[in-house]
Nanobody, 124 residues
Framework: QVELVESGGGSVQAGGSLRLSCVASGYDEPSSCMAWFRQVPGKEREGVAAIRQDGLIMYADSVKGRFAASQDYTGNHLTMQMDSLQPEDTATYYC??????????????????WGQGTRVTVSS
């Protein structure tokens, strides 16, 4: 059974930084794509960053230039460095992984496995 475990959330002031980590286990074969999503109450889950097996990395426009996603050589450890955090980045952040090839990297319905989420709070 595939399990994704996130860590690294917390509370920071605007302009600060956090680094999220996601460790995956239980794969029969490597996932085709891993991603970070975030969600605030009452809103849909939003794709933040994704890394596909072929090396393609995609970011939401709202985080370009501030967030950087990376993955280790095994493909089982996904991280995201978040700099220049703003109050609008406040959300629960989820790690996700896909079994099949993903063309829409920031669309939540294309992912099969999800972590439990880690909370990020940015105060002004």
């Amino acid at each position: 059974q595939v399990e994704l475990v996130e860590s690294g959330g917390g509370s920071v002031q605007a302009g600060g930084s956090l680094r999220l980590s996601c460790v995956a286990s239980g794969y029969d074969e490597p996932s085709s794509c891993m991603a970070w999503f975030r969600q605030v109450p009452g809103k849909e889950r939003e794709g933040v960053a994704a890394i596909r097996q072929d090396g393609l990395i995609m970011y939401a426009d709202s985080v370009k230039g501030r967030f950087a996603a990376s993955q280790d050589y095994t493909g089982n450890h996904l991280t995201m460095q978040m700099d220049s955090l703003q109050p609008e980045d406040t959300a629960t952040y989820y790690c996700a992984a896909a079994r099949r090839w993903v063309n829409r990297l920031l669309v939540s319905s294309d992912y099969d496995y999800w972590g439990q989420g880690t909370r990020v709070t940015v105060s002004s």
